[in-house]
Nanobody, 129 residues
Framework: QVQLVESGGGSVQSGGSLRLSCVAS?????????????LAWFRQAPGKEREGVAG???????EYRSSVEGRFTISRDNAKSTMYLQMTSLRTEDTAVYYC??????????????????RGQGTQVTVSS
């Protein structure tokens, strides 16, 4: 089993920055080590569908949805079983609950993040004007 715990959410003004972290705990029998997982962040705003935000494959390749490209940076530290999402130039439309996700398939697209094998409980990000 893999448990994911997010932290770092909060309230900021438009143009501000936040850094989200997601720590993975692998318990019991885990067939695949953390460094082989696809990792991603997705979000859900009130009244809207969940949407993938960014992803990082086991290879280290990153990908982003167009609306956050150039503003958000996803990274991973396999030694710490941790993933990050650095968010800058935040906009009011970035307000949402952000979830981290992990999948045992090493190259799964972030667009499928809401259906990844494992998902965290979420952390609220609120951006005010």
């Amino acid at each position: 089993q893999v448990q994911l715990v997010e932290s770092g959410g909060g309230s900021v003004q438009s143009g501000g920055s936040l850094r989200l972290s997601c720590v993975a705990s692998l318990t019991g029998y885990t067939e695949y080590p953390f460094n082989t997982y696809s990792l991603a962040w997705f979000r859900q705003a009130p009244g809207k569908e969940r949407e993938g935000v960014a992803g990082i494959l086991a290879s280290g390749r990153t990908e982003y949805r167009s609306s956050v490209e150039g503003r958000f940076t996803i990274s991973r530290d396999n030694a710490k079983s941790t993933m990050y999402l650095q968010m800058t130039s935040l906009r009011t439309e970035d307000t949402a609950v952000y979830y981290c996700a992990a999948d045992t398939f090493s190259s799964r697209s972030f667009r499928a993040a809401p259906s990844f094998d494992y998902r965290g409980q979420g952390t609220q990000v609120t951006v005010s004007s």
